[in-house]
């Protein structure tokens, strides 16, 4: 079955880049999407169709793709930026996979 | 304001049944697919499955651990979204979000998210 592989773990410290990786078989065929989740709260989309960006959604994140990997880039990280962060793609087999997660730390 | 907001969650004991509810409002509810996602406590995101909209024939699809057993359907006349759990195991204990498909035609992610029923399977 379709999987998608992510680190655990990401720090970062404030205002400087963090990339979170997401990896999967034939990933690049697929669209791709990024989830923000803060503790004790719903999850919020950040990133849609690999590199596009929700209204609402600051400029700092941004998505890119390159073979297999899909990346979300937060630019200029906040400590308000620290959460959980899931990627998730359709396969046609498995239907909606996410990854298994990773946690940004800002300090 | 698009809305979602789950109910029916509770304490329920192994091999029972559960009906959870997502209302929505803030948006024409029949033109968009809905999807639940759950999560267990302290893991990750799990996608259960999905209803299109009934201008895309209103079908439904399941992920596997779930396929058999849960069951997704709609009402637009009432913007409601069920989510039927029928024999209920431990490892179902998750909370139960509600979401809205950001396209009505094609799935491509979760625009809304309802703020999630926690559903406890437990003896």
């Known amino acids: 079955s379709f999987e998608l592989t992510q680190p655990p773990s990401v720090s970062v410290s404030p205002g400087q880049t963090a990339s979170i990786t997401c990896s999967g078989d034939k990933l690049g065929d697929k669209y791709a999407y990024w989830y923000q989740q803060k503790p004790g709260q719903s999850p919020v989309l950040v990133i849609y169709?690999?590199?596009k960006r929700p209204s609402g959604i600051p400029e700092r994140f941004s998505g890119s793709t390159s073979g297999n990997t899909v990346t979300l880039t937060i630019s200029g990280t906040q400590t308000m930026d620290e959460a959980d962060y899931y990627c998730q793609a359709w396969d046609s087999n498995t239907g909606y996979v996410f990854g298994p997660g990773t946690k940004v730390t800002v300090l | 304001e698009v809305q979602l907001v789950e109910s029916g969650g509770g304490l329920v004991q192994p091999g029972r049944s559960l009906r959870l509810s997502c209302t929505a409002s803030?948006?024409?509810?029949?033109?968009?697919?809905m999807s639940w996602v759950r999560q267990a406590p302290g893991k990750g995101l799990e996608w259960v499955g999905f209803?299109?909209?009934?201008?895309?024939?209103?079908?439904?699809d399941y992920a596997a651990s779930v396929k058999g057993r849960f069951t997704i359907s709609r009402d637009d006349s009432k913007g409601i979204a069920y989510l039927q759990l029928n024999s209920l195991r431990a490892e179902d204990t998750a909370v139960y979000y509600c979401?809205?498909?950001?396209?009505?035609?094609?799935?491509?992610?979760?625009?809304?998210w309802g703020q999630g029923t926690l559903v406890t399977v437990s003896s």
């Open positions: 209803i299109r909209n009934k201008a895309y024939s209103g079908t439904t």
């Open positions: 979401t809205r498909e950001r396209e009505a035609a094609a799935l491509r992610g979760h625009d809304y």
């Open positions: 803030g948006f024409t509810f029949g033109d968009y697919p």
């Open positions: 169709q690999d590199s």
